[in-house]
Structure formats: structure tokens, C-alpha cells
């Protein structure tokens, strides 16, 4: 969904081929769009990425995370540039010195959240001294369904990792680590009311990029009452990754979760969803403090039957293809998009991209 977005998005400024495994996912594109060539392959199988990828100047990845580590890593040694979106568990730094060998620019993590999160924090970074960073993020459907009261905007594998997967925090200085779905908090939005807000493992680079902040977290939002439902999934062992015993099978309790749930979580085509983000920057100049908050809300776009997690998401990513196009950003090696914000040209940039597309950070 978010991949088609980002190749619809780019077809009328360049020559654009996307490639997918399922043969209905690439005939919807060429639908929306007959200009973009489509091409059926299973990327799991890397033998052949030399010869797919030789005609292209740059390759984007919007793939599942528990296959991002590993095509990134090909898509390096292949030698092109590349941008990904896919929210992979591995440390995307560990490519960094491969990436310089082969002469690649690899900009990771260039989505929404994580993404734009890292982008303004990479900003202000630059004009005080940071002492306290939150960012918190939802994707939701409008129409509130029971008993889940959510769909899956991007892969619902993904999802149910954000649940299982320890949180990493920063407080008083230190490295914390909380179970997702843990420090469960309400909020407030205008748009769409009450939501909550709890820990999930978003800050991902930004941990290691900004060791000097003290501060810092990240919290997923939906509608009341799913953390507390989803917790009761996950205690009751139904994320439990070892296979168990079954009428004479070894079944994986996480991988039939993740079947039954991938049916109810499923975002229609047309399901009217919503995005919903808030990001605040604390930090002193002198003895001045500074608190720097950044909101968006966008919602499912009728015109184009784009969701707004795939808009969020995908024209953040397309406007990082831009400014690799424009030469804005030239350095070699893996760099998350704080390294984009320490740029004010990069910075505004991106953002008068996303305002063109309709998609608008306001500034408080």
C-alpha cells in the first residue's frame, strides 16, 4: 500500500519499475498508472538482484521488516543508492562501512515514524541543547470496529512486532528498557478525542545518534482500551514465537496470530483511515528555554484513494529521492534522517514537499 503510493508519486518525474511478488499487487499500480513497469519477483531470493537491479539508478525498499536487514544489504553490495522504509529489528548501522565500500547512499528509516520524528529532532538538534525529545504516533480507521477498534495501514506483522519488541528508552541519562505497550497514557487530540499513548521501540537510531540528550521516548497511540486487549493476547502466549505441540503438528502460536489477526486488521482499499503525530523538542539557548512541538493530523485521501499512512509515509520517502537527485545529500555510508534535519536546506525541503502533497507539520 505504501510502496504503490511512493511509486505513483514518482512516475510523472521519473522512469519507475516496481516489483512485487503477488502478480495483483503490480496490475492495481499499473491500473492506477500504465507508465510504471511492473515486474514479478520474489525479493527473498538474492541471486538474481545484480541482474534485476543494473538498469536503475536508485532502488527503494518498502518491504516486510523481517526481510529488511537482509535486501538492504543486497541492494548495497549491488552498488546503488537506496532508500528504505521497511521497520527491520536489526541495527541498520552495521551496513555503514559496506555501504562506503561500495560507493552507496543508503537513507534508512525514511517514513513517518520513524522518519519525520527523527528529521525534526535532527533539526533543532542543531540550534540548542536538547534535554527532552518525545514523539508519539498513530495510524487508526475512522469508523471504530470492536473488538480490535484498529486496521493495519502498512504489514500486520510489523504491528504485532511493535508489541512484542522491548522498548528502548532514554531516561535521566540512561538507556531504559520497558515492555511494548507499557506507561499506558491518555491524550487529548481536537480531530479525534481521547487516544493512548504507550511505549513502543521507535527511537530506534536516534538512541545512539543523540547521546548527549538525557531524555527521550516514543509511544504508539490508538483508541482506548486496545493496549489492554492486546496485552491479554500477549500474555496469554498467543506472540510466543517457539512452535508448540498441535494434533500432531508443531504450530507457532505468533505465526497463527498473525494469520487470524492479518484478516481482521486488513485495510480496505478504500477504508477512510487517519494519521494523528505530535513531536516536541525541549532544549535550552543560554539560559532560554525552548519547547519546539510539531503536530499532524491527515486523513484517507478520496481523490487519489490514497490512505494517509501510505501519504505520511511515502512522500517522505519520495522527497529524500529528490534530494538525492538534486545532489542536496551526497554523503556515502547508512544514515537515518536525523542526518537529513542537521541540514536546514534538506530540512525545509522536506517539508514544503510534503505541503505541496497536502500533508502539513504545524509548528507550535
Known amino acids: 500500500m505504501v510502496g504503490?503510493?511512493?511509486?505513483?508519486?514518482?512516475?510523472?518525474?521519473?522512469?519507475?519499475?516496481?516489483?512485487?511478488?503477488?502478480?495483483?499487487?503490480?496490475?492495481?499500480?499499473?491500473?492506477?498508472?500504465?507508465?510504471?513497469?511492473?515486474?514479478?519477483?520474489?525479493?527473498?531470493?538474492?541471486?538474481f538482484y545484480e541482474e534485476l537491479l543494473a538498469p536503475y539508478d536508485l532502488v527503494?525498499?518498502?518491504?516486510?521488516?523481517?526481510?529488511?536487514?537482509?535486501?538492504?544489504?543486497q541492494v548495497i553490495l549491488c552498488g546503488k543508492n537506496v532508500i528504505d522504509i521497511s521497520f527491520f529489528p536489526e541495527d541498520a548501522h552495521h551496513l555503514h562501512h559496506l555501504a562506503i565500500e561500495n560507493n552507496v547512499t543508503a537513507i534508512v528509516d525514511c517514513g513517518v515514524a520513524p522518519g519525520m520524528s527523527n528529521l525534526i529532532l535532527g533539526r533543532y538538534?542543531?540550534?540548542?541543547?536538547?534535554?527532552?525529545?518525545?514523539?508519539?504516533?498513530?495510524?487508526?480507521?475512522?469508523?471504530?470496529?470492536?473488538?480490535?477498534?484498529?486496521?493495519?495501514?502498512?504489514?500486520?506483522?510489523?504491528?504485532?512486532?511493535?508489541?512484542i519488541r522491548p522498548a528502548r528508552l532514554k531516561e535521566n541519562g540512561n538507556i531504559v528498557i520497558k515492555p511494548a505497550l507499557?506507561?499506558?497514557?491518555?491524550?487529548?487530540y481536537e480531530q479525534v478525542g481521547t487516544l493512548e499513548a504507550f511505549n513502543t521501540d521507535g527511537l530506534r537510531s536516534l538512541l545512539f545518534s543523540f547521546p548527549h540528550i538525557p531524555n527521550m521516548k516514543e509511544k504508539t497511540m490508538r483508541y482506548p482500551g486496545h493496549a489492554a486487549l492486546i496485552t491479554q493476547f500477549k500474555e496469554a502466549g498467543f506472540f510466543n514465537e517457539e512452535p508448540i505441540?498441535?494434533?500432531?503438528?508443531?504450530?507457532?502460536?505468533l505465526q497463527?496470530?498473525?494469520?487470524?489477526?492479518?484478516?481482521?486488521?486488513?485495510?480496505?482499499?478504500?477504508?477512510?483511515?487517519?494519521?494523528?503525530?505530535?513531536?516536541?523538542?525541549?532544549?535550552?539557548?543560554?539560559?532560554?528555554?525552548?519547547?519546539v512541538e510539531y503536530n499532524l493530523f491527515d486523513e484517507y485521501d478520496e481523490a487519489t484513494?490514497?490512505?494517509?499512512?501510505a501519504r505520511t509515509?511515502?512522500?517522505?520517502?519520495?522527497?529524500?529521492?529528490?534530494?538525492?537527485?538534486?545532489?542536496?545529500?551526497?554523503?556515502?555510508?547508512?544514515?537515518?534522517?536525523?542526518?537529513?534535519?542537521?541540514?536546514?536546506?534538506?530540512?525545509?525541503?522536506?517539508?514544503?514537499?510534503?505541503?505541496?502533497?497536502?500533508?502539513?507539520?504545524?509548528?507550535s
Open 4 to 47: 504503490r503510493a511512493i511509486a505513483l508519486d514518482l512516475a510523472p518525474h521519473f522512469t519507475v519499475t516496481s516489483f512485487d511478488v503477488h502478480e495483483q499487487h503490480l496490475q492495481l499500480l499499473h491500473k492506477k498508472n500504465p507508465s510504471i513497469q511492473t515486474k514479478i519477483a520474489d525479493l527473498q531470493k538474492h541471486s
Open 60 to 73: 527503494i525498499m518498502a518491504v516486510p521488516g523481517f526481510m529488511g536487514f537482509s535486501t538492504l544489504r
Open 125 to 163: 538538534n542543531e540550534e540548542m541543547q536538547v534535554s527532552n525529545f518525545e514523539a508519539y504516533v498513530g495510524g487508526l480507521p475512522k469508523v471504530r470496529t470492536k473488538p480490535f477498534e484498529y486496521k493495519a495501514p502498512f504489514s500486520p506483522v510489523d504491528v504485532i512486532q511493535e508489541y
Open 182 to 188: 507499557s506507561d499506558c497514557e491518555l491524550m487529548q
Open 245 to 253: 505441540p498441535f494434533h500432531g503438528a508443531e504450530v507457532s502460536p
Open 256 to 291: 497463527f496470530a498473525s494469520h487470524l489477526l492479518m484478516k481482521q486488521w486488513k485495510l480496505g482499499e478504500t477504508e477512510k483511515e487517519l494519521t494523528v503525530m505530535r513531536v516536541i523538542v525541549d532544549g535550552h539557548t543560554g539560559k532560554d528555554f525552548h519547547r
Open 305 to 309: 484513494q490514497t490512505s494517509s499512512m
Open 313 to 363: 509515509t511515502g512522500y517522505t520517502c519520495t522527497a529524500a529521492v529528490h534530494l538525492l537527485h538534486k545532489n542536496m545529500f551526497t554523503q556515502k555510508g547508512v544514515y537515518p534522517p536525523e542526518f537529513l534535519g542537521k541540514n536546514k536546506d534538506c530540512f525545509d525541503f522536506i517539508m514544503q514537499h510534503l505541503k505541496k502533497r497536502g500533508v502539513h507539520w504545524i509548528k
